[in-house]
């Protein structure tokens, strides 16, 4: 017989939570697709795509739902992610893309540099005020936990876990700097989402030509026009189809390449080449390009994005619910030198911006690209249109590869200015 006692909250079936963000993603897309009356204005401010990243983490905050104990993360990251992936990229035209490679090379490089200079400087400000917040002993060490952030900002948690491994910092300051690291990084992705409204207004202050971009999402909506039509089942069947089998293929070769790659190269290690999750955003990435070549480009035209967008909506809702900002109370003063940190890669990127006449677009998406990585890169650039998703995605399979020099150097300059 069941226990009377057990509490109802947290939802700890995963099903449940699942009806929950769906209810929640169908309610931001009910209300926002109304265009009239207090909807809409409020909508004019707030972008729907932060609503459903939002929502979930004040479940989450609230004690509704457990972030930490669900796997609806790890289906949405390993399943959706990578099918999403391969349905958003078999469109893309590569050409057009490929002009695009400068500003976002360089804003993604400047992102990277903000990061790496942005620890040391924040634990000197901090200590100025506060010696003891980024003080300690042995492993307790602050500066230690804080270059498990810089990997996960520059690369992802393939480049975090090399610098637990490098850095040796104890359990309960990783774990401390885990929470600074999700929820200081959650927040200025909301941020960015912010400004995807605003971005003509943030492109003006810059000076910025936008055109290369406009040019892009111009000819991917003027294609998509060409080959529009009503989807049938059989449509999508093989839309589907086309996309969790890339998935599978994906995971199957992921699980050969990176163990053999860990047993026979360990050095490669450095490179994030031993991780599985990054051989399946390589490969099921790779896949979606070749499909651009194909007659498979054509299911475009019957919606094979918007199916793929879906899905990284639903990844949005599990990012959201893993976010406590509760947790900023446990620990403050480690909390501040997040936000420092994070101040000053903003300035960073920012002032690189200002100087190149970057797009706020490429500000977007060069900074998530490391602090997000391809979970979340993917969907602020897909929240300016779509068809710039795998720009993202790119730029973000460039972070793992010298997020783990890049975090390495911040760890060290970190330990200099302790």
């Known amino acids: 017989m069941e226990d009377l006692n057990t509490p109802m909250f947290p939802l700890s079936n995963d099903a449940i939570v699942i009806g929950l ?10 209300t926002s697709s109304i265009k009239t009356g207090g909807w809409k204005r409020f909508y004019t401010f707030v972008p729907a795509l932060l609503l459903c990243y939002f929502i979930p983490s004040i479940f989450n905050s609230l004690g509704i739902i457990d972030g930490e104990t669900s796997k ?11 099918t999403s992936l391969v349905l958003l990229t078999l469109s893309i035209d590569l050409k057009e893309i490929w002009k695009l490679r400068a500003k976002a090379g360089v804003m993604f490089l400047a992102g990277t540099a903000g990061i790496i200079i942005g620890g040391p400087l924040a634990i000197l400000i901090t200590s100025t005020f506060a010696p003891d917040v980024v003080g300690g002993q042995g492993p307790e060490e602050v500066w230690r936990g804080l270059s498990t952030i810089a990997g996960s900002w520059i690369g992802g948690s393939a480049n975090q876990a090399a610098m637990l491994e490098v850095f040796k910092p104890s359990g309960e300051l990783f774990s401390a700097t885990i929470a600074v690291d ?33 040019t892009l999402k111009l000819n991917v909506e003027k294609y998509q026009a060409s080959i529009a039509k009503i989807p049938t089942l059989s449509d999508i069947m093989i839309i589907l189809g086309i996309g969790l089998a890339a998935t599978g293929i994906g995971h199957f070769f992921a699980d050969l390449i990176a163990p053999y790659i860990e047993t026979n190269f360990p050095d490669l290690k450095k490179f994030s080449l031993t991780s599985g999750f990054f051989w399946l955003i390589i490969i099921t990435t790779t896949i979606g390009v070749v499909l651009s070549f194909t007659k498979a480009r054509k299911l475009e035209g019957a919606g094979a994005s918007k199916i793929g967008s879906a899905m990284l909506y639903i ?10 900002v509760l947790a900023i109370f446990d620990n403050p003063g480690l909390f501040g030198v997040g ?12 002032s690189v911006a200002k100087l190149i006449k970057a797009p706020f677009f490429f500000v977007a998406v060069g900074s998530q690209a490391n602090v997000g990585g391809a979970a979340s890169a993917p969907i602020v650039a897909g929240a300016f249109h779509p068809s710039l998703a795998p720009i993202g995605v790119l730029l973000a399979v460039f972070g793992y590869a010298v997020g783990t020099y890049g975090a390495w150097l911040c760890g060290i300059l970190m330990q200099m200015a302790s």
């Open 21 to 30: 963000l769906a209810l929640i993603l169908g309610f931001v897309f009910k």
């Open 72 to 82: 609806l993360y790890f289906v949405a990251s390993r399943y959706l992610l990578p």
């Open 182 to 214: 999700v929820i200081v990084a959650n927040i200025w992705m909301a941020i960015l989402l912010l400004g995807v409204g605003k971005s003509k207004k943030i492109d003006k202050f810059f000076n910025a030509d936008s055109s290369s971009v406009e």
């Open 315 to 324: 990844l949005v809702a599990t990012i959201g619910m893993k976010m406590d």
């Open 339 to 350: 936000f420092i940190w994070m101040i000053i890669h903003v300035i960073v990127l920012l």
